[in-house]
């Protein structure tokens, strides 16, 4: 049996997996489940998966790892080479700390700022089986939110040629992931933020971020 990825293109939390997956050289399957017509709300993806969200990662024993966590984990101890979580106790620990920050300051801020704002998202504020309604102060302060967390990265980017170090790692794939996916909220903060700018093209240099 072959691993399976679980993907949808135009989301951001798959493409973390598959830059993940890709830098990892972890051969694979890929199915699609097509998030802008609910299929991840039918019983058959709802079978894989519970919380109706992608990624999920099938692996060959038949477990199921449902977010970027786990993942991230398995595909560490199963691959380590390269190593994208770090190799001495001080690098695991800031790249374990980088990658928190941006998912909390950064990914949740966008999420925030478009889940409570879009149309197409009345409703449907949090992903998931259960539907939440939209709270528009909850927009306002995801784009307050996002705004502060950008300076911060910006300013780290300035003292730091990666986001938790000198090397690449799964901090760098989560925070690019994240200033790409400001789009949403219309915001490109690869042209107000030198730093980010440079590391943004340098990032670009990485076979994996095409994928």
């Known amino acids: 049996m072959a691993i399976i990825f679980y993907d949808f293109p135009m989301a951001p939390s798959p493409r973390r997996a598959r830059i993940l997956l890709a830098e990892k050289g ?44 786990g993942i991230a984990a398995w595909a560490e101890a199963a ?21 928190a920050r941006i998912e909390g300051e950064g990914f949740l801020a966008i999420a925030e700022a478009m889940r409570n704002s879009a149309p197409g998202m009345k409703g449907r504020a949090l992903t998931g089986p259960v539907d939440y309604e ?23 980017l300035g003292e730091s040629r990666h986001v938790a170090g000198e090397h690449f790692s ?25 730093n980010i700018a440079r590391w943004r093209a340098e990032m670009a240099q990485r076979p994996s971020m095409a994928v």
Do not use: C, Y
């Open 26 to 69: 972890i051969p694979h399957e890929v199915v699609i489940v097509d998030l802008a017509s609910g299929e991840q709300r039918g019983p058959a993806f709802t079978a894989i998966n519970p919380r109706q969200t992608v990624p999920v990662l099938a692996l060959e024993d038949g477990t199921m790892l449902t977010d970027n966590a």
């Open 79 to 99: 691959f380590p080479n390269p190593s994208l979580m770090g190799s001495t106790p001080v690098e695991k620990a800031m790249i374990a700390s980088w990658n």
């Open 134 to 156: 939209q709270i528009p102060e909850l927009a306002e302060r995801g784009r307050a939110r996002f705004a502060a967390f950008i300076d911060m990265l910006d300013a780290r």
């Open 170 to 194: 799964l901090a760098d794939i989560t925070a690019v992931v994240a200033v790409d996916f400001a789009r949403v909220i219309r915001v490109k903060p690869v042209e107000t933020h030198a």
